[in-house]
C-alpha cells in the first residue's frame, strides 16, 4: 500500500508546489492511518490542516480506499 500512497500524493504534490509547499510521505500504518510531513511553505501555513484533511486526505481516500485518516507529524 505504501507505492499506492505514494503515487497518489505525487499526483497532488505539483498542486501543493505551486503554492511553495511539499508534502513527504513518513509512514503507512496497518490500520490505513497514513503520516505525512507538510514541508515548505505548507509547514507554518495557518491553511496547513485545512490542506491535509481537504486536498491530500480527500484525494488520497478517493484513489485508495484502504486509507482511513491522513495525519500530519514533525
Known amino acids: 500500500m505504501k507505492e499506492k500512497v505514494e503515487d497518489a500524493l505525487n499526483s ?3 498542486y501543493l508546489q505551486a503554492d ?3 508534502v513527504e510521505l513518513v509512514g503507512v ?4 492511518t497514513v503520516k505525512v510531513r507538510l514541508t515548505g511553505a505548507c509547514k507554518g501555513c495557518p491553511m496547513s490542516q485545512m490542506t491535509l484533511k481537504m486536498g491530500v486526505e480527500r484525494s488520497l ?3 485508495i ?3 482511513k485518516e491522513v495525519v500530519a507529524v514533525d
Open 20 to 22: 511553495g509547499g511539499d
Open 65 to 67: 480506499p484502504e486509507v
Open 12 to 14: 497532488i504534490r505539483v
Open 29 to 32: 500504518e496497518e490500520d490505513g
Open 61 to 63: 481516500k478517493e484513489k
